[in-house]
Structure formats: structure tokens, C-alpha cells
């Protein structure tokens, strides 16, 4: 069975770092593209960033330079490496593989709150 | 930019049929294939349809997908509304061939 099982969600202050991580079964993250995605409070789907099979990634601007999508093929598991980490930041962050372009599965998402 | 416009909230009675509508803006929805997510409180989205019109295994054929290009609009249909859809329904496609975009989503009422 495909799954995706995500961690590392937590309080963190503005400014702070925080790492999740999304352990995939059933699949090798690097034969696929893996994705980001984000929902706050109340609010839609927000694409955060892609990992390409090559390794190549992309990033919505509003993340762009603060945080690293990554995968270790070793443990089968992608990253997200959030850096600078402000209030608007605030959300479930889902890992989602992509098929075709579209997500299927997504992991039960990880809760990252931004505040002092 | 691309975008996706969705309307804020649509409701049925059950049996009905409904319609969600998906608005492309600065750029063609026919240009990449549009994908629909169903969304209940507290759980991950899950797929309802891909590529336009595809349904997933297991997903009945009550969901159904169109393209209009001349509204520049997907839209999706739920047919004999059941209460267990209701919940919140996201459309997906691409910009470019980098960057993800969905629509703000619809929250479906079965009243």
C-alpha cells in the first residue's frame, strides 16, 4: 500500500526553524515527484514546493529562499526545511505524491504554528 | 499568474444534482489538465477526479468533470447528492509546468 506518514509539526517562534519530515511506504520517493502543501487556519490549499526525480525543486515565492525540499532515498523520506519562519506561515503542511500532476496520496498533514 | 476562481459555497438537497464551477485567469484551463480533491473536516484531501474527467477507483460515477473552453472553466457535477459529500472540493492544475495552483475551494452543503 502506498501511504505517506508525516512528523516534526510544532510551536516554533518567528524567525525560528523547523524540519517536517513525510516517511513514504510502498513507493521510493526518488522515482517520483514529491510536493508540499499547505492549508492555514480555515483557509484553501496552498502549493509550497516540488522535488523533480532528477532532483531539480521549485518553490511558491512566498517560501522561496527560506525553505529546502529534500528526499533521502536511504530512509525513503522527504523533507521540508523551514527557515525564517514568520506568522503568515502558520498551517498543515501535507506531502503529497504526484502522479501525472496531481496528488495522490497525501500524508495526514503536520500542524505548524507560528507564534511568541 | 494563473489562478483558479471557485465559488465560496454551493448546496443540494439529497438526490440533486450539483455543479462546482473552476475559473482560469491569466491563462487557459485547457492547457493543463484540471484535477478535483474532496476535503472533509480534520482529514487530507483525497481525489475525486483527474485529468479533467478521470475518476479514481472507488470514487462513484455520480462525480463527473467537463472542460468549457469558452467560459475558460472546469467544472465538477455530483449527481443523486448523498450527505457524505458533503465537504470542502478543490480544483488543481498547473502553471507552467513548475508551479501547482489550486482554487480557493467550495464548501458543499447537503441540506
Known amino acids: 500500500e502506498v501511504q505517506l506518514v508525516q512528523s516534526g509539526g510544532a510551536l516554533v517562534q518567528p524567525g525560528g526553524s523547523l524540519r517536517l519530515s513525510c516517511a513514504a511506504s510502498g513507493f521510493d520517493v526518488s522515482d517520483t515527484y514529491m510536493s508540499w502543501i499547505r492549508q492555514a487556519p480555515g483557509k484553501g490549499l496552498e502549493w509550497v514546493a516540488v522535488?523533480?526525480?532528477?532532483?531539480?525543486?521549485y518553490y511558491a515565492d512566498s517560501v522561496k529562499g527560506r525553505f529546502t525540499i529534500s528526499r533521502d532515498g536511504s530512509n525513503n523520506t522527504l523533507y521540508l526545511q523551514m527557515n525564517s519562519l514568520r506568522d503568515e506561515d502558520t498551517a498543515l503542511y501535507f506531502c503529497a505524491k504526484e502522479k501525472d500532476r496531481w496528488f495522490d496520496p497525501w500524508g495526514q498533514g503536520s500542524l505548524v504554528t507560528v507564534s511568541s | 499568474n494563473f489562478m483558479l476562481t471557485q465559488p465560496h459555497s454551493v448546496s443540494g438537497s439529497p438526490g440533486e444534482t450539483v455543479t462546482i464551477s473552476c475559473t482560469g485567469t491569466?491563462?487557459?484551463?485547457?492547457?493543463?489538465?484540471v484535477h478535483w480533491y474532496q476535503q472533509r473536516p480534520g482529514s487530507a484531501p483525497t481525489t475525486v477526479l483527474y485529468e479533467d474527467d478521470q475518476r479514481p477507483s472507488g470514487v462513484p460515477d455520480r462525480f463527473s468533470g467537463s472542460i468549457d473552453i469558452s467560459s475558460n472553466s472546469a467544472s465538477l457535477t455530483i449527481s443523486g447528492l448523498k450527505t457524505e459529500d458533503e465537504a470542502d472540493y478543490y480544483c488543481?492544475?498547473?502553471?507552467?509546468?513548475?508551479?501547482?495552483?489550486f482554487g480557493g475551494g467550495t464548501q458543499l452543503a447537503v441540506l
Open positions: 488543481q492544475s498547473y502553471h507552467g509546468s513548475d508551479h501547482a495552483v
Open positions: 522535488i523533480y526525480i532528477g532532483g531539480t525543486t
Open positions: 491569466g491563462g487557459s484551463v485547457a492547457s493543463n489538465y
